[in-house]
């Protein structure tokens, strides 16, 4: 009976995790309404001998205040520098009293510094780990695994991976910043994670055999070979709203190659097997990268709604490298969807536009409702695909808030881009890259170019759809726009003439939360 109870949990927190995906901003984690009831305290000044736990008696090490803790703890790291090669086994909170360790309140945060791993978590149950800069690790950044425990879907798993900084992982080989291994209900948000791994090798988040996850918000960057590897049987994740900047050999890597004695769970004998399985790929911005995303050995995966820039070698991949053997069958890579994307793209710096590999099934993908533009040659945007797409724009200039590629740049379209209104309905998710709400139909991309949704605050006083905003908003109607209230024509659904009926019908969908 109680395995049975921590089952169904589980299912109603995943279910909230997917879920989030319908807000236009929220990510909602099992632990956001809980508090801690107990601090133990860590510092560089602190001592494990006879300390407490106390602000005034911290102790020195992670370690040993995961030893004391206790389901309710908050596990308070002081800024500092403290030495890498941490390894907690076996630290499980409950659902109404998760464990939470991370910098403290306030301060800046704290350092974990060198170590095979910076740290690793063997059997961790409802753990959020939080507010931690890890760097500088030789191994991994973040290993969090079963324990070998591959049958078992209790072993690891509810966990919140929150506000952490990993960067500068491994010594030039297969060195992930964050590494999941059979870690099932999780959620990877805000986080950043640059420069892990080396020579076409390494991950800045590895995933082999996980299930039942959201990696959200969160900016990746110089990778070596992938931001996201996502294998060894791992099925159901949200990949929402990140941004993925010169991330290395396949950007999104949908699948890939992972030893058999390794999927979690164990190969069937029975039922063709596969590398992922519904994985969703939504509202991300993808820069750089030899390919943007790669699906390999993917079945049933989609991605939607994403910003692709500028690839340097192919602007897809379709692969299989686990073929059927010692008695397990593959499924071939196929069923996937690649839908309502925006990719804008430099022709001479592609050999092909899509790269087909043997034993794959590219003519069961479907592609619908995408933009492809190459801007150093808008009569070369026409890509070699697989299979016929529908509703595709081709060789139209999208109009984006930066024409050409820029760290950290806006590639939001303007209103009066091709991809407004063009996106195949209704969109995945109802929010955009930057939280905004989509329209029906979608604009193809990350980015909602819809106008104005969501922020009317018309009288200035940092809320919006108040009686006091409609107020304003008719009084600039008439001329009358105080000093502090937007003014200057109120032309809400962009016709070019301002205190319309429809101008009017445009500005109350405003503040209902729809598009204008």
């Known amino acids: 009976m109680r395995m049975l109870i921590v089952i169904v949990m589980t299912s109603v927190v995943f ?72 390894f907690i086994n076996n630290l499980t909170g409950t659902a109404a009293a998760p464990i939470w360790i991370g910098g403290a309140p306030g301060e800046p945060r704290p350092v974990i510094h060198g170590g095979t791993n910076g740290i690793q978590f063997s059997k961790a149950r409802y753990v959020i780990i939080h507010d931690l800069e890890i760097r500088n690790a030789t191994g991994n950044g973040l290993n969090i695994d079963d324990a070998g425990e591959y049958t078992n879907p209790n072993a690891t798993g509810l966990l919140v991976f929150r506000d952490l900084s990993i960067h500068d992982i491994g010594t030039g080989g297969n060195n992930d910043g964050l590494k999941l291994s059979g870690v099932y209900d999780f959620w990877v948000l805000n986080c950043d994670i640059a420069r892990c791994g080396g020579a076409a090798s390494g991950s800045l988040i590895d995933m082999v055999g996980c299930h039942r996850g959201v990696i959200a918000r969160n900016t990746l960057h110089e990778a070596s070979a992938n931001a996201l590897q996502i294998k060894g049987g791992t099925t159901t994740i949200d990949v929402l709203w990140n941004r993925l900047e010169e991330c290395g050999e396949r950007a999104v890597n949908i699948g890939g190659s992972t030893g058999l004695e390794f999927f979690r769970p164990p190969l069937s004998a029975t039922q063709p097997n596969a590398e992922a399985r519904d994985i969703r790929v939504i509202g991300n911005v993808i820069q750089g990268g030899t390919a943007s995303v790669a699906f390999v050995g993917a079945v049933n995966c989609t991605v939607s709604n994403n910003t692709l820039i500028t690839p340097h070698n192919w602007i897809l991949r379709i692969l299989q490298e686990t073929t059927t053997s010692s008695g ?22 592609l050999s092909t536009y899509v790269n087909v590999g043997a034993n794959t099934a590219p003519t069961t993908f479907t592609f619908r409702n995408n933009l492809w533009y190459a801007y150093d040659n808008p009569a070369a945007s026409t890509p070699n695909l697989p299979v016929t797409e529908t509703n595709s724009i081709r060789g139209q200039n999208p109009q984006l808030a930066t024409p050409l590629p820029a760290p950290g740049a806006d590639y939001r379209p303007a209103p009066t881009s091709p991809a407004a209104a063009a996106g195949r309905s209704p969109a995945l998710v109802t929010g955009d890259f930057s939280a905004r709400c989509f329209a029906t139909p979608p604009t193809i991309g990350a980015y909602e170019a819809a106008r104005v949704c969501g922020t009317s605050d018309f009288n200035g006083d940092s809320d919006f759809g108040t009686d006091a905003d409609i107020e304003a908003f008719f009084a600039c109607l008439s001329g009358n726009c105080c000093p502090t209230c937007f003014h200057g024509g109120a032309d809400f659904n962009g016709d070019g003439d301002t205190g319309t009926d429809a101008d009017i019908e445009s500005f109350f969908r405003v503040l209902a939360g729809l598009a204008c």
């Open 328 to 349: 397990f069958t593959f499924a071939p890579c196929g069923n996937n969807t690649f839908e309502n994307n925006l990719v804008y793209f430099d022709r001479s710096d």
């Open 15 to 86: 279910i909230s995790a997917r879920a989030s995906a319908q807000s236009c901003e929220a990510l909602p984690t099992f632990a956001d309404a809980l508090t801690p009831t107990r601090e133990l305290h860590v510092a560089t000044t602190g001592n494990n001998t006879t300390g407490d736990g106390t602000p005034a008696r911290p102790l020195a090490t992670i370690q040993a205040a995961a030893a004391i803790a206790t389901p309710g703890t908050a596990i308070r790291v002081h800024a500092g520098t403290y030495a890498g090669g941490i």
